[in-house]
């Protein structure tokens, strides 16, 4: 009798002792401050690109802020399809984010049947960090001293006019379709496996034109390689300041420009959302940041959620008439 009362105080003692155990991790977790750990910061590119090099100056100022590592992922793949799926199905807990560049969200899902993610409604949004604008560099050698110049040739040489993009789908390739259609012209595209082969073979004379982001194609402009012929943003680009713009150049509708953002998994905690739009803004406020990214072509553009998902909208409106126009589609 007596060792079976001692049986159940010792229970009880234990259960007590688990209980409180319990209790107090819970107590913990619940007091943890966002972020606790480092931060993954998935990219849907290679390393050494533009989206890459992009995000590890990113990452790099939002690890201060945060005070605490932020580590570039690269899941490269299905022009950043990839990364988005990993991102949309990883744990909502502001540990895993997506550093994105916008023709993932507004072009990769009108033109791959593959895509097995929604971009409207398959992410928590924190906001957009930075618009960038393509650039239409022609051969050195063509006769067309403007952008009219050369839709006037292609309207004279139907097919004799060829574009080069760095696949079926990339923003440059649905950049030069959108010139094309505006213009009313017929223009040949020669998709390549990547900018670096497309821009060797505009040097060369093989093609006449590809559309390029700035900051990867001021060093061929600089280096007489290839000319600019009009930026593809609103106003004239900052790194390129007299280059004129598509407008300017008899293409008053034509004034689009690509971004990066960060989003999260679906279901993002809001404290933890709020945490990173604040996080970002004071990136946003680094003139070191502000000084680094502008070099770069880059035009900073640090805003919250909502202006990042209308963007998001808007955009499929826009290369979805062009996609659909153009009869793009990839399996």
Same mark, same amino acid.
């Given at each position: 009798m007596h060792t079976n009362r001692m049986t159940r105080t010792m229970v009880r003692m234990v259960a007590s002792a688990l209980g409180a155990a319990?209790? @107090?991790? +819970?107590a913990g977790a619940a007091a943890e401050t966002y972020p606790a750990r480092p931060i993954k910061l998935i990219v849907g590119y290679t390393p050494g690109g533009p989206v890459d090099t992009a995000a590890r100056i990113y990452a790099d100022y939002l690890g201060k802020v945060l005070k605490q590592p932020v580590v570039v992922d690269n899941r490269a793949g299905a022009s950043g399809a990839i990364a988005a799926d990993? &991102?949309? !199905? @990883? @744990?909502?807990?502001?540990y895993t984010l997506y550093f994105v560049a916008s023709p993932t969200m507004t072009m990769t899902p009108l033109i791959q049947k593959s895509v097995n993610f929604n971009p409207t409604k398959d992410f928590s949004y924190v906001g957009l960090i930075t618009d960038y604008t393509n650039v239409l560099l022609i051969n050195k050698d063509f006769p067309a001293k403007d952008v009219g110049e050369l839709v006037e040739y292609a309207r004279k040489h139907p097919e004799r006019v060829a574009f080069g993009? @760095?696949?079926?789908?990339?923003?440059? $390739?649905?950049?030069?379709?959108?010139?094309?259609?505006?213009? /009313?012209? !017929?223009?040949? $595209?020669?998709?390549?496996? /990547?900018?670096a082969p497309a821009m060797a073979d505009v040097?060369? %004379?093989?093609?006449t034109f590809m559309f390029d982001i700035t900051g990867t194609a001021i060093g061929h402009i600089q280096g007489g390689?290839?000319?600019?012929? +009009?930026?593809?943003? !609103? %106003?004239?680009?900052?790194?390129?300041? +007299?280059?004129? &713009?598509?407008?300017?150049? %008899?293409?008053k509708d034509y004034a689009v420009t690509g971004w990066y953002a960060l989003v999260g998994p679906l279901k993002l905690p809001a404290d933890v959302t709020? &945490?990173?739009?604040?996080?970002?803004k004071a990136v946003g406020d680094d003139p070191a940041f502000q000084q680094r990214m502008t070099q770069g072509g880059y035009d900073l553009n640090i805003t919250g959620p909502k202006p990042l998902q209308d963007r998001i909208k808007r955009e499929l409106e826009l290369w979805g008439g062009v996609v659909k126009t153009a009869k793009i589609q990839v399996e």
């Open positions: 319990c209790m @107090a991790v +819970a990993l &991102t949309a !199905k @990883a @744990a909502p807990d502001g993009s @760095a696949g079926i789908g990339a923003s440059n $390739h649905l950049s030069a379709e959108l010139l094309a259609q505006m213009s /009313g012209v !017929k223009m040949l $595209h020669v998709p390549y496996k /990547g900018n040097m060369s %004379g093989k093609i390689k290839v000319r600019a012929l +009009a930026v593809t943003s !609103k %106003g004239r680009n900052a790194a390129l300041p +007299a280059v004129p &713009t598509m407008v300017e150049s %008899g293409l709020d &945490t990173l739009v604040k996080a970002q």
